[in-house]
């Protein structure tokens, strides 16, 4: 798994301009993703995952939010230079994004097949299929039963899981090199969300696709990711493989995150929360961003933001106890 | 889809032999409706003469049946004024009004739609601020006076336009204008609120993240959708149009229904108001069931309920 | 967020004002004829005196005098039908949004029938069968009213209904009555502020609208609407008759128009789309 990422994000900032001031959601973020490798952004919700995200495909909400700073490289390109024309083409052909509520992210008016061939029409087919033959056989990878049927019917008459199978297919309509999931899984029901995932897992593998997994749940981590990065207050604090993250965290706050997590065997624990409070993303201090909350904090930690440093094999942290 | 189309035929038949009952019953509740009519000095001879000629004499309840018997037989009454079957009068009055109608809304819709997008893709711009001007303006003004305007400005002061009845085409521009404007601002501020809403809508961020253009997507994706509020509030524009025809109509002497339905009050002539009345109530069904049907092929959801 | 709108203000203040002291502010009768002053212009222009500022009618009476009480007119209409209308909404929007059931769905249909039928139709139709005057007006002006009062507030009780202190409410033994207007009527009071403040523009149009056609308040007294419809035969010769009361409607609904907005603003945003 040593190949050349194929989506590289350096030193990213956005913020959001407002009137009452500047709110920091994304800032300084730095991750790679390789070819074929499934990467978890782990972190609370208000970390500024879903705006890494966002920021990578240049959607940011209209005029509040601007990328300031950083580097987006897909394949070496810096996305971030391109036009608006050309990011166009990125998206949705070299890299996709599955939203997180089914029930909202198809279009109620539009047909499912009308919906597909908008994202299979921008990229011609080699083997000459028309638009609805490929519309089948997309709704067919993805498991969708009865496809033919399918693309004729309307986003209210499926069930929350198929629309989230129908956004997976436009997802891979075009065979992206990425494909960013934001936490595709949240709004269904939960005996389906697994099979979901394991749908997810088995078309990475077909396709050979990166992806970029967006979720707040380490069980799902464990699942679904070769690594991980997790986020807080708009920063990445640690990297690494997912089996060492899980024997090994070095960063209290991916310690406390992965002591959360509830497990089956000693359900007697009580479930263990993280106390206190972000800090608020437009007032943030000098020091550690988890200080506040930390239980091994130290002065040092109030006083300078720690580097990233190299804990192990491909494992980073970024805290003063393991500097 | 035909059941949906036959369950709004039937409620529309329904909401008819509801309005003519109310208005059946409103005549003869509020007193005998031959004493309104009547002169000041009549005497108790002519009263029991019209009383006879407005089929009048004999219970409420047997009167209404009588109504109901004629009215399914196409007799809805004679004009006192006209002395003609109210319904002669109605459809002679009819493609008048038909002919202005179209325009209006057609100037309507030529202006809200374009206006209500753009002030919702630059929200807070130029074109927001301006239509939000038209709008508040729109709704201020009531359009019996915005015509009177109108006919002071380009007929007396500078003689452009001819200030009133059917003509030539000059004849079309102030009563459409003024039809026009009174369902404009109505449209516009539907049209930009579910704009907005549609594009901040998770399906719109889909949309972009497949890749589609913005020009797509706001006349593919966002408008579409934002028409549905606008259909689903017909029944007020409906109203809107109904009072606008009846006052432009009334302000520029055009000989159509609402000028007709002006004549029927100020002369008291209520078999005529009560004919016109139930004749509307028919061709505003009539419209409200294409409406409908429009509805549902814009909103899948409705198609098959 | 909008800013206060003073002017708004000034001319709604400005209406009330004449409306309330009219008899103490001007010396002339609104409905008196003396037929040696008609048509006098307005005093800016030739052969206008300032004892008529805005000019005579055709009647020889005083336009300024006019307008004054015609104000009064509008406010007592408008505060009517708003009572009458606006109150018969809120209780059959409350009653039907809590009980709910059958009632609640013949209810609302009975609104969407009201939406689906011009009333103005209904309006015209009372002023002939019943005869011009302030009660018929008030009548169809409150048949305009009720439906969209009710559908709304029917919309906010449907809500409030599943809060916790209407659960709690009902546990202790409430009765639906005391529920409804001791628990949720308080929490739709905003609402109802605002949608009474949104209509006041919209109904001093149409008592206009309704005056204008014949249908209003019958003449002599003197009403806006009724003040232009007899202005508009002399539009060539005496523009004032017609243009200043319309002038004033304009006005003063712009005022109503854009408190109400900002209003809207203030206490329920939620509201815009109405």
Not at chain 1, 226 to 237: F, H, S
Not at chain 2, 284 to 293: A, G, M, R
Not at chain 2, 299 to 305: A, L, W
Not at chain 3, 71 to 87: D, E
Request: charged fraction near 20%; charge should be neutral; hydrophobic fraction near 50%.
């Amino acid at each position: 798994m040593d190949s050349a990422p194929v989506l590289e994000v350096r030193n990213l900032h956005t913020h959001f301009f407002l009137r009452r001031g500047v709110v920091k959601a994304v800032d300084g973020v730095t991750f790679s993703l390789k070819r074929g490798e499934v990467l978890g952004l782990v972190g609370e919700s208000g970390c500024g995952k879903s705006l890494t995200a966002l920021s990578i495909l240049r959607l940011l909400p209209q005029e509040a939010a601007r990328t300031v700073e950083g580097q987006v490289l897909l394949d070496g390109e810096d996305l971030l230079a391109k036009s608006a024309g050309e990011m166009r083409e990125v998206r949705g052909q070299r890299i996709a994004m599955i939203l997180q509520d089914p029930q909202t992210s198809l279009n109620p008016v539009f047909s499912i097949g009308n919906q597909l061939h908008e994202a299979l029409a921008r990229r011609p087919d080699e083997r000459g299929r028309s638009l609805r033959e490929r519309a089948v056989d997309v709704l067919r990878q993805v498991r969708l039963a009865a496809p033919e049927q399918r693309i004729g019917q309307y986003p209210h008459e499926l069930s929350g899981g198929m629309k989230q199978r129908v956004v997976g297919a436009i997802a891979i309509s075009c065979a992206p090199e990425v494909m960013i999931a934001d936490e595709p899984t949240t709004a269904l029901d939960v005996t389906i969300q697994l099979q979901y995932l394991n749908l997810l897992k088995e078309l990475q593998t077909s396709l050979g696709m990166g992806i970029l997994f967006i979720t707040h749940d380490f069980g799902v981590v464990a699942r679904m990711c070769d690594r991980v990065a997790v986020m807080y207050a708009g920063r990445i604090v640690e990297t690494g493989p997912v089996r060492e993250i899980f024997d090994n965290p070095v960063h209290p706050y991916t310690q406390a995150l992965i002591a959360s997590v509830p497990k089956l065997r000693d359900t007697a624990e009580r479930l263990r929360a993280i106390e206190g409070q972000p800090p608020a993303l437009s007032d943030l201090p000098v020091g550690c961003r988890f200080a506040d909350r930390c239980p091994h904090a130290e002065p040092r930690c109030l006083e300078k933001y720690p580097e990233a440093v190299s804990v192990g094999e491909n494992h980073t942290a970024s805290c003063w106890l393991a500097a | 889809m035909q059941r949906y189309i036959l369950q709004r035929l039937v409620q529309g038949v329904i909401l008819l032999v509801v309005v003519t009952s109310v208005v059946f019953f409103i005549g003869r509740m509020t007193g005998n409706p031959v004493d309104m009519m009547l002169p000041e000095d009549a005497t108790e001879e002519d009263r029991q003469d019209m009383i006879e000629r407005l089929e009048l004499d004999g219970s409420v309840m047997d009167q209404f049946g009588v109504f109901i018997v004629d009215a399914v037989q196409g007799d809805l009454g004679t004009s006192i004024r006209y002395r003609q079957p109210a319904t002669d009068i109605f459809f002679s009055r009819l493609p008048n009004t038909l002919a202005m109608i179209p325009p209006a809304m057609i100037l309507a819709i030529a202006m809200a739609i374009p206006l209500g997008i753009l002030s919702a893709l630059r929200r807070g711009g130029i074109i927001d601020r301006i239509s939000a001007t038209i709008a508040v303006l729109g709704i201020s003004t009531p359009n019996f006076w915005l015509g009177i305007v109108l006919i002071y400005l380009f007929s007396v002061t500078w003689g452009w336009l001819p200030s009133s009845r059917m003509g030539g085409p000059l004849n079309y521009i102030m009563p459409t204008v003024t039809l026009g404007t009174f369902l404009v601002a109505g449209f516009m501020r539907l049209i930009r609120s579910s704009m907005l809403e549609t594009l901040d809508s998770e399906f719109v961020k889909l949309a972009r993240i497949k890749g589609v253009s913005e020009t797509a997507i706001v006349w593919k994706h966002c408008l579409r959708n934002a028409l549905i509020p606008v259909l689903s509030l017909w029944g007020v524009f409906m109203g809107g149009l109904v009072t606008g025809a009846i006052v432009t109509e009334t302000v520029f002497a055009w000989p159509g229904i609402g000028r007709l339905t002006y004549e029927a009050v100020i002369f008291r002539d209520y078999p005529l108001l009560q004919a016109v009345i139930i004749m509307d109530a028919i061709f505003i069904l009539f419209i409200n069931l294409l409406v409908d049907i429009l509805y549902a092929y814009v909103d899948p959801r409705i198609r098959f309920e | 967020m909008r800013r206060l709108p003073l002017a708004s203000f000034a001319i709604i203040g400005t209406m009330v004002f004449v409306a309330v002291f009219a008899p103490w502010l001007t010396p002339h009768s609104p409905i008196d004829q003396s037929l040696p002053n008609k048509l006098l212009p307005p005093f800016w222009e030739e052969g206008g005196t300032t004892e008529y500022l805005l000019g005579t009618d055709i009647f020889g009476r005083d336009l300024l005098t006019r307008l004054f009480y015609g104000a009064r007119v509008s406010l007592i209409v408008t505060a009517l039908a708003l009572s009458v209308g606006g109150g018969v909404g809120l209780v059959l929007g409350i009653v039907s949004g809590y009980v709910g059931g059958k009632l609640d769905a013949f209810l609302m249909r009975v609104v969407d029938a009201a939406f689906a039928f011009p009333t103005i139709l209904f309006a015209l139709l009372l002023a002939v069968t019943m005869g011009q005057g302030m009660d018929t007006l008030v009548i169809a002006l409150s048949l305009f009213l009720w439906a969209g009062f009710a559908r709304v507030i029917r919309g906010e009780v449907l809500a409030i209904k599943q809060r916790d202190f209407v659960a709690l409410a009902r546990v202790h033994g409430s009765s639906p009555a005391r529920i409804m207007f001791i628990h949720i009527l308080p929490n739709v009071l905003n609402t109802f502020m605002v949608l009474l403040t949104l209509n006041v523009g919209v109904i001093i149009v149409a008592e206009a609208s309704l005056s204008f056609l014949g249908a209003g308040v019958p003449p002599p007294t003197p009403s806006w609407g009724l003040m232009v419809a007899e202005g508009r035969g002399k539009i060539t010769s005496a523009w004032w008759l017609s243009l200043i009361p319309g002038i004033a409607i304009t006005l003063v609904v712009l005022s109503f128009n854009l408190f109400g907005d900002w209003l809207r603003d203030r206490l329920d945003p939620k509201l815009r789309q109405l």
